[in-house]
């Protein structure tokens, strides 16, 4: 049970200091006195999500600080994450820069684990709880709940993960194969062409080069002859070197040695010109057929190259490209009759798991139409008739089965969404009912009803009173309420105010004793102004 709290610097308070007992208790006060601030600051405790907005205008920072009394159930999860664990003092601080902090035992922890924590403390059941009651899936997990499936779901929502991720896959390469089968005739025709010229990188500039010298051959013929004709025109100019080199030698003066050597060289260079000539017109081709041949390879390789849009370089690699694209589609048919059996053996595990989870709903259903029935009774909804009906949906993270509560609020009258025959002050007691039903499923020692009697008043919140007194002979009870009949069977009555303080109005809690509970009970029956009447009802109230 929560045995103390205190509040710092959160919307409307400094600090607050209070002591709670067990039992049933009640909040009252004016509307905007601030008794959302302390369902905030609990919630705050508890791991719920506040940002830096809660923070008193002009503070650093906000802080609840909150002793438990240490449950079995929270001793084992602080043990599990090595915590200190003989007793429980949580606190949770929220600064201007955004930043969130949580502790246990002084001890700095995640949020998650606050959260993990908190659940097991404190069940906080907001007004905003009764519209979402209407809701389908709230009511399913409402089912879900009670039936503890909690594990159960969890394997479901994760089967159905997996089914949808293989179902993704699967339709995403049936795309992928369709796009490539809509080409594949195409791509077959050009494999054809390109695997029967089989070109290779480098081979066409290599022909144009064969081509070009083929081509050039009688000019480089004319040329050659030309050359050989100067060097032989009038007289052979070998002859003529080898004369004038006779001829120095001849003379015997040493002073020619240097000429005799030049000459021999001139000799040899010559000798080598002619070799030369005859090596270049001996190497050169003119065969018109290879001529042909070179010119049908060039232009062909040259024609596919246009014809695909690439360099003549490039045949190659793009005949490797449609190779590889068609044996892939081979790959991906094989991978296509794989997955496809992965997904059908996925869907027939999620089918399994979806039948016996909702089989388990439909049992705990029946359960809780008795129980939910039999705690109307004493909430002035004598003859209420309540049913969970199911219908079946497309499968989904929570499985194959669509919830609506039926009910009928009058005698004779068929049943029908819960939404279309349910007042406002049904619909609480309907809340209420479902909540002290599923407390027996639930292991927080302590549960808070933000104004969980809204539309109602007389007898039926008379009721309610009786309800929430019960319920506080097992469980911590707390209520913010407006309604006088609720508040006069508590045990412990806090009224939350405004007070002035150095210029400001801040919220401050008071926990009234007999006169002081007397008075705020006539004031909540009367207005602001007491009267001895109001007084003498809210005695008989507190009788």
């Known amino acids: 049970m929560l045995q103390s709290i205190n509040i710092k610097n959160v919307v409307l308070i400094d600090e607050l200091n209070l002591d709670f007992s067990d039992g049933y208790s009640v909040m009252t006060g004016e509307t905007g006195a601030g008794k959302s601030i302390i369902l905030t600051s609990l919630g705050l405790i508890i791991g719920k999500k506040l940002d830096k907005s809660i923070i008193r205008f002009g503070q650093d920072f906000a802080e609840v600080t909150a002793e438990f009394a240490l449950t079995e159930e929270v001793k084992r999860i602080l043990q599990e994450n090595d915590l200190e664990a003989d007793e429980l003092l949580i606190r949770r601080k929220i600064t201007v820069d955004?930043?969130?902090?949580?502790?246990?035992?002084?001890?700095?922890?995640?949020?998650?684990?606050?959260?993990?924590?908190?659940?097991?403390?404190?069940?906080?059941?907001?007004?905003?709880?009764?519209?979402?009651?209407?809701?389908?899936?709230?009511?399913?997990?409402?089912?879900?709940?009670?039936?503890?499936?909690?594990?159960?779901?969890?394997?479901?929502?994760?089967?159905?993960?997996?089914?949808?991720?293989?179902?993704?896959?699967?339709?995403?390469?049936?795309?992928?194969?369709?796009?490539?089968?809509?080409?594949?005739?195409?791509?077959?025709?050009?494999?054809?062409?390109?695997?029967?010229?089989?070109?290779?990188?480098?081979?066409?500039?290599?022909?144009?080069?064969?081509?070009?010298?083929?081509?050039?051959?009688?000019?480089?013929?004319?040329?050659?002859?030309?050359?050989?004709?100067?060097?032989?025109?009038?007289?052979?100019?070998?002859?003529?070197?080898?004369?004038?080199?006779?001829?120095?030698?001849?003379?015997?003066?040493?002073?020619?040695?240097?000429?005799?050597?030049?000459?021999?060289?001139?000799?040899?260079?010559?000798?080598?010109?002619?070799?030369?000539?005859?090596?270049?017109?001996n190497s050169m081709e003119h065969d018109p057929e290879k001529i042909n041949q070179v010119e049908e390879r060039l232009f062909a390789i040259r024609g596919l190259a246009r014809k695909y849009d690439c360099h003549p370089d490039q045949l190659a690699d793009y005949m490797a490209e449609i190779e590889g694209k068609l044996n892939a589609l081979?790959?991906?048919?094989?991978?296509?009759?794989?997955?496809?059996?992965?997904?059908?053996?996925?869907?027939?595990?999620?089918?399994?798991?979806a039948n016996d989870v909702s089989a388990k709903r439909k049992k705990a259903a029946k359960e809780l139409e008795k129980k939910l029935v039999a705690e109307l009774k004493p909430l002035a909804m004598a003859g209420t008739k309540f049913e969970v009906e199911f219908s079946v949906q497309a499968p989904s993270a929570l499985g194959i089965d669509r919830v609506e509560f039926l009910a009928s609020t009058n005698p004779g009258t068929p049943l029908s969404a819960l939404s279309k025959i349910a007042s406002g002050g049904e619909i609480s007691r309907f809340m209420l009912a479902l909540k002290v039903v599923l407390l027996d499923v639930s292991t927080a020692p302590t549960v808070i009803f933000d104004e969980i009697d809204t539309g109602t008043g007389g007898s039926v919140a008379a009721s309610i009173g009786e309800r929430l007194a019960k319920l506080g002979k097992e469980l911590q009870v707390f209520v913010v309420t407006h309604l006088p009949q609720v508040a006069a069977q508590a045990t412990t009555h806090m009224r939350v105010l405004k007070e002035a303080k150095g210029g400001a109005n801040l919220t401050n809690v008071r926990i009234l004793e007999a006169e002081e509970r007397r008075d705020e009970l006539a004031r909540m029956l009367s207005g602001a102004e007491l009267t001895d009447e109001a007084r003498a009802q809210a005695i008989k109230l507190m009788a």
């Open 98 to 281: 955004g930043k969130s902090k949580a502790f246990v035992n002084d001890a700095q922890i995640s949020l998650k684990l606050l959260a993990e924590i908190g659940e097991k403390l404190v069940e906080i059941h907001t007004q905003h709880e009764q519209s979402t009651l209407f809701e389908p899936e709230m009511q399913g997990e409402v089912i879900d709940r009670f039936a503890k499936l909690e594990s159960e779901v969890e394997e479901l929502k994760a089967a159905f993960q997996k089914w949808n991720e293989a179902k993704r896959e699967l339709v995403e390469k049936q795309r992928k194969i369709a796009e490539v089968k809509k080409e594949e005739d195409y791509l077959r025709h050009v494999l054809d062409e390109l695997v029967e010229l089989n070109p290779q990188a480098g081979e066409e500039e290599e022909l144009a080069d064969t081509r070009r010298k083929m081509m050039d051959y009688e000019k480089v013929a004319a040329l050659l002859r030309d050359v050989e004709e100067e060097l032989t025109r009038d007289k052979n100019i070998e002859t003529a070197i080898l004369n004038a080199q006779k001829t120095l030698m001849r003379s015997g003066n040493e002073d020619f040695h240097q000429l005799i050597e030049n000459l021999e060289r001139a000799s040899i260079e010559i000798s080598e010109v002619f070799s030369g000539l005859t090596d270049i017109q």
């Open 330 to 353: 081979q790959s991906e048919e094989k991978d296509i009759k794989m997955l496809v059996q992965e997904v059908a053996q996925l869907e027939a595990e999620y089918m399994k798991i």
